[in-house]
């Protein structure tokens, strides 16, 4: 999720993965944020529509994979990011929807609990570049997870917390907030995302990029974009959004990852950091120092 969208998805009205350009952006900043945009998974490629598996070691090798999605996080000024978007098949997702507080991550995170009380906010992703819509979602949720020594979690959250951990356990589950919208909203999404890319590209040479550039057209880049609107977070088995696919077979076609989408075994021991064809996130020289947390831009909408 990004920070722009902080009234939204990953601020309240919140998920891995477009930040606006305010005119205070540093051009350090803005660089070091398209680097850390640039190796984020774009709408199109199948890991983001495959389901991660759960995590059984929780070693120092975890521990640097939880480390680098964070640093890669804050140098993209997002609130959120889950392993998905970084080619990782894990059960992983890490979030600070407070710049004030630390990093946290969530390992195996599982919703127990969704309110009857639903709340509308702007949501922008930072795998959907420049794409910002209106997400309707439970306000107040209850989960469980581990931290990355293994050690039980216990979280009840509501406002923006609520909204970045439900759209990155979508990520986990393969559902993208295109999923959860109307297929006008939807329609009308991908036209501003194509003007946006098109006003970019006619920009005089040397002004800065609206965000990291990506190649692929969202409007075709994804074989499993969906036509019926989206499932709704708390079908397809409840509310236990933490291991189950809740995407409706009927709404979108096969999985555009096929039956493992290049991931691990689901049927054995968990498989240390299934890079799905892109860079390994455990790379030391790839992450980019701390910008120290996301830059709350847009009060209207929120990326992750």
């Known amino acids: 999720m990004s920070s722009d969208d902080t009234a939204q998805l990953d ?24 680097a850390a945009l640039a190796r984020v ?14 995590v059984e070691r929780f070693d120092a090798e975890l521990s640097a994979e939880i480390e680098a999605m964070g640093e890669l996080m804050n140098d993209a000024l ?30 195996n995170p599982v919703i127990e609990w969704l309110s009857d009380e639903l709340a509308a906010a702007q949501e922008g992703c930072l795998s959907i570049p420049d794409v910002h819509v209106e997400v309707e979602r439970p306000a107040r949720i209850r989960a469980r997870a581990r931290d990355a020594a293994g050690g039980e979690i216990e979280i009840e959250a509501d406002g923006l917390e609520a909204r970045v951990i439900q759209h990155e356990v979508d990520h986990l589950d393969g559902i993208l907030i295109l999923d959860r919208i109307s297929r006008e909203a939807r329609r009308d999404a991908m036209r501003a995302a194509r003007e946006a890319r098109e006003a970019r590209a006619a920009a005089p040479a040397g002004q800065p990029s609206a965000g990291a550039p990506d190649a692929r057209d969202p409007e075709a880049g994804d074989p499993d974009a969906r036509e019926t609107g989206g499932p709704d977070a708390r079908d397809a088995g409840g509310s236990d959004t933490g291991g189950s696919d809740a995407r409706d077979p009927d ?6 990852g096929g039956p493992d989408a290049g991931g691990p075994d689901t049927g054995g021991p968990d498989v240390r950091g299934p890079d799905v064809g892109g860079p390994d996130m455990r790379d030391p020289d790839a992450g980019g120092p701390d910008a120290g947390g996301p830059d709350m831009r847009d009060p209207d909408a929120t990326t992750v």
């Open 251 to 256: 709404a979108g076609g096969p999985d555009a």
């Open 11 to 34: 601020q309240p009205a919140e998920p891995d993965e477009q930040p606006s350009e305010p005119d205070e952006l540093d051009d350090e900043t803005r660089l070091r944020r398209d």
């Open 78 to 107: 997002g609130v959120g990011l889950a392993a998905n978007q970084v080619g990782i098949l894990h059960r992983v997702l890490v979030y600070r929807a407070d710049p004030d507080e630390p990093i946290t991550a969530l390992v």
């Open 41 to 54: 998974r774009k709408l199109g490629d199948p890991v983001l529509r495959a389901s991660a598996v759960a």
